[in-house]
């Protein structure tokens, strides 16, 4: 069974990112996105204008709290083969709703990839005062260009 991470947040947090759960690499170095390939941190940067990829991890966390940037999973538990989300299987979902409500500045979440929103918008549906934005995976697996990638996850910058 694989779990996921604690949630990165602060109470000024204006915007939520979820990935579904943390693949294999990511598990083992107990880091969000951790994976050489993912494009994660090159596309949240880029929303930041600022190189987090080029940041040791905890200076990447505290750069996207500055930011208004919290980072969770829909996924708290689950048993997957490999690191692809589409895997997943008997999967227990994260509390979002109840991290959603304790939020007061949240203005939006996004999702990191399909299984994410999936999963994600059945816990959200219902809650007011927030957009909840479907984004294209950082995962290697998900092969449009970065730049289609990019197109998309720089419409977050509007809620931040």
Request: include cysteine.
């Amino acid at each position: 069974m694989h779990h996921c991470f604690a949630p990165v947040i602060r109470a000024d947090t204006k915007l939520l990112v979820l990935g579904s759960l943390p693949g294999r690499v990511s598990l083992a170095r107990e880091q969000y996105y951790a994976h050489p390939q993912n494009q994660f941190w090159r596309l949240i940067g880029r929303v930041v204008d600022r190189d987090l990829a080029g940041l040791g991890y905890e200076d990447r966390l505290g750069a996207l709290l500055d930011a208004g940037i919290g980072l969770w999973d829909t996924v708290a538990a689950a048993t997957r083969e490999g690191s692809l989300a589409s895997s997943i299987r008997l999967h227990a979902a994260s509390e979002l709703a109840e991290l959603v409500e304790s939020l007061p500045e949240l203005r939006a979440v996004g999702f990191n990839g399909g299984t994410s929103a999936r999963i994600g918008r059945r816990q959200l549906a219902g809650i007011e005062g927030i957009d909840l934005v479907d984004l294209p995976s950082s995962s290697p697996a998900f092969t449009i260009p970065f730049e289609r990638k990019l197109e998309a996850w720089l419409k977050l910058q509007d809620y931040l």
